[in-house]
Structures are given as structure tokens and as C-alpha cells.
């Protein structure tokens, strides 16, 4: 059990080296030739208007405020899954109602027009 | 276990005697290991990463019939490295104004959440990273830094085409993953447990044939989060330049093309783990080392798929796509889960008082989860069927047509 977090560490620095030395190692070779120009935020040659970080739309806020409802809860119901062997039919329906509610929230949001693109 | 049969294994064991041997304290000796296990296992996906993309250059390049990447060793199979020495030497240039740690840390989060998925998928019985007890919450927990990597890159680099793929990344990958983890369920509750071998022991039967739709329902938001066609809306190149990667180059950008190519590769392979059997195969258990081999042609058809459904298939737009996600997808999968449960359950009650031999049990409990499945499935078509969209059909007015001016008689002649 020790070992298997010991290896999800090493694999964490591991995983965190193999991409990031390669790309410190081509910053050492590759050349540097930064001039005002060429480091100007692209947009098809026109230089940019006003700020980047501008007020965006409020659907992809929704969505993701729509997803961490849904993530949070179907975390529980892993365990649930999980022990689904011995579980009576007390144990079995909470959990279908349980999903039951998840279903009605998204019928919910469905009805109070979250999930539409307008 | 002999060399040939497990040699993983018997190197392992080898190099345990051998270090402790050397007088190595017990505690050293595993941290050594494990270290090698797991550097082998990172320098192992990077270099299959190099075959993937000669593979789906290759493929791409077939089916549009071209002959693709022919030059550089035989079939091309060693264009990939003139191309990494190419992009070794580019200039990185930083836009003015970049958020630069979250700009340099954005790559590699995008690459190691990919590989970090790696440390718990099996290739044999005795060649696996680490048998977590809690391997499949680990996925998802691995799978949502993925979209955090595309989220910050779009949102660092300062670029309102990156912000919009960024966005876009919020909506989709996002999403996409609240089916994935319903589908992710139904294998758990099937094999009862977390631990991603013991799900692939569990599949006696594989969990396909017992479940198609959770397949397909995982395989469909599994290719959303790599963000590939169809479902490339985050550097939809006809739309946002390149998305949320327009502003990064050199080997950054490099490092995305690794992570989106590794992505597709992971998927095959998790979707071959835990509903193609994974490992299983004949003499898979007797002799490890075919495990690796079964696993690879599995994850490789599948691989293949993936391809093919990235060449063939136009890119969706963001309004379907969500539809398809919340209005389709999930409720199918909520809908699923409880069929499912309910009908595992009553096999459970009913089977014991039915006096059946060990032999039939899966069987039965295999074409129960089917026929269920497939009812699902019609009822499904059905209600597409007699609910379909109703399509705002414009018909347009017919526009004034500036009509030509009747031509002077004597022009007609």
C-alpha cells in the first residue's frame, strides 16, 4: 500500500521531469532573437484592440458551475459501486434515488434553459 | 516465473537480491526500484509516442491517398526524429504580456496528466506501474488536469483567439467528463472493485458484451477530452488559428502535440483495460509476457478507431456538441446506471435458489446485462425517433432580385 503511493510520488516527478527538462534543454540551444515585433500577440497582423482578459460569455461559466454539481456527487457513488456485492435493497435503493436526484437536477437545469446555446 | 515467460519480473527480482546483496538497506532498495519501475515506464510512453505519430501520419496520408511520411528509413517509420531535432532548435517566443509561469507550466501539465494515467493501467498481470486499491478515481482525478493544462495555456498566453479555445475547453473537455465518469461507473459496478487490474480480472467475460453502451458512452467522451476531431472545437484551425496553443512554439508547442498524441494513444488503451479485457487472452496468465502482446493489439485496434473517426468526421459545432453531451450522453448514462444496478442486483437475489453450475452463472449474467442493454438501445432510437430536434427550418423569403432591364429590341437580334 506504501509502495504503491511511493511510486504515484517518483511517477509525479517523473512525469513532471520528461516534458519540462526537454523544453529547458532546447531553450539552451535554440536561439534568442526576440525582437518587439515578433513578440506581439498575433491576430492575423493586425495589431490588438484593448485588453485580452475581456468579459466573456456567461454559457461556458454556466457549464462548468453545471459540471462540478454533477462531479462532486458522482464521486459518491463510486464507494457505492464498489460494495454493490453486499449492499441489502436499503443500500440499493438509496443509491437509485440518489442518481434519481442527480437526474432531476439535470432536468432542472434542462428546463430552466442552462443547457441551451441561445 | 523464468525469464522468459516474465522477465520483468525476474529483472526486478534480480536487482532486489543483487542490491541488497550489496548491503543496501531493505527501504533503499524498494525506492531504488520503484524509481527504475517508474522512469521505465515514462521513457516507455515517450517512445511510444514517437511510433503513434508516424503511425497516424501514415494512416492520415493513406486515406486521403497520399502516401505520407516515405523518406526517412523504411515506410518513413523514422520521420518522427528528424522532426524532434527540427523542433529542438526553434526559437520559443513569449508573447508580450503572457501570464509566464502559468504560460511555461501549461505544456508540461498537459503531457505528464496524460502519462501520470499511465501508472495504474496493466499491460500483463505482473507488469502494471502500481495496483492502486482506488485506480479508477485516480484516472479521473488524473483525467481533469488534463483540461486544466489546455484551460491555462489558452488562458496565460494573452491571445484572444487562445482565451476563446480556453473557453471552449471549459465547455467541452470539461463536460464531456461528467459521461465519462458515469460510464467509468458502470465497469466498478460490474467488477466491484477500484483497482484497475482487478478489473481486468474481473472480466471473465469483458465488459463490452456486458455493457456496449457504457463502451460507447466512454469511447464517445473519452475522444472529446483529447480535443480531436470531431471534436476539436479548442484549436478549431478555421476558427481560432490554432486555439488555445496559437500563441506557443518551439518545443512547447511540441509538448502539446506529445500530450494530444499520448492522449489518443491512453485512451485506446484504457478503453481496451477496462471493457476489452485488458491483458486477457489465451496462456495470458501462465505466461505474462503475452498479456503485453494481447493488450497491445486491443489498444491498437482501438487506436485505430480513433484515427479513423479523427479523419472521417467533420468538426461539430459547440451547440450540438453540448447538447449532445447533456441532453443525450448523460441521461442516457444516469439511465443506464440505474438499469444496471437494478438488474445486477436481482441477479444477485434471484440466482442463488436456482441451483446453476459455476460455468453458466457468468453466461446468464452476461446475456441478462445484454438483452438489457439492447432493449435500452431501441427504446433509445425510438424516443430519437418521434422527439427529434425540430430544426428552425428559415425558409427564405424569395429576396428582390434586381432584375436586368429589358434590352432594347435591337440588341435581341
Known sequence: MQSDWLFIGLFLLIVALFPGAPILFAGLISPHKSNPTKSETYECGLETVGDTWVQFRVQYYIFALTFLVFDVELVFLFPWAVAFGQLTMFGLLSGVIFILILFVELLAAWRKGVLEWA | MNFISDPITFIANWLTNLLLGW?????????LLTFIGAFLLGTFGFALVIFTIWLERKLYGRIQDRLGPNRVGPWGIFQTFPDMIKIFTKEYITPIGADKIVYNLAPILSVSAVLLTWAVIPFAPTIVGTELNVGVIYLMAVGSIGALGIILAGWSSNNKYSLIGGFRAVAQVVSYEVPMILALLIPVLLGQTMGVNSLVYAQNIWFIFLSPIAALIFFISCLAETGRAPFDLLEAESEL????????????????????????FTISALMATLFLGGWRGPWAEQVPILGVFWFFIKAFIVYFFV?????SMPRLRIDQMLNFNWKFLTPLALVLLVVTAIVEKSFLLVTPG???????????RAGLHLSVNLIIILITIQILKTHRIKEVRVVATPRP??????PPASVIS
Open chain 2, 23 to 31: 548491503g543496501l538497506s531493505p527501504e533503499v532498495t524498494t525506492v
Open chain 2, 241 to 264: 488559428v490554432a486555439g488555445y496553443q496559437t500563441e506557443y512554439s518551439g518545443l512547447k508547442f511540441g509538448m502539446f502535440y506529445v500530450g494530444e498524441f499520448l492522449h489518443a
Open chain 2, 307 to 311: 484515427v479513423l473517426i479523427r479523419i
Open chain 2, 354 to 364: 436456482l441451483n446453476l453450475t459455476e460455468t453458466a452463472l457468468p453466461w446468464l
Open chain 2, 401 to 406: 432580385v434586381a432584375v436586368a432591364p429589358e
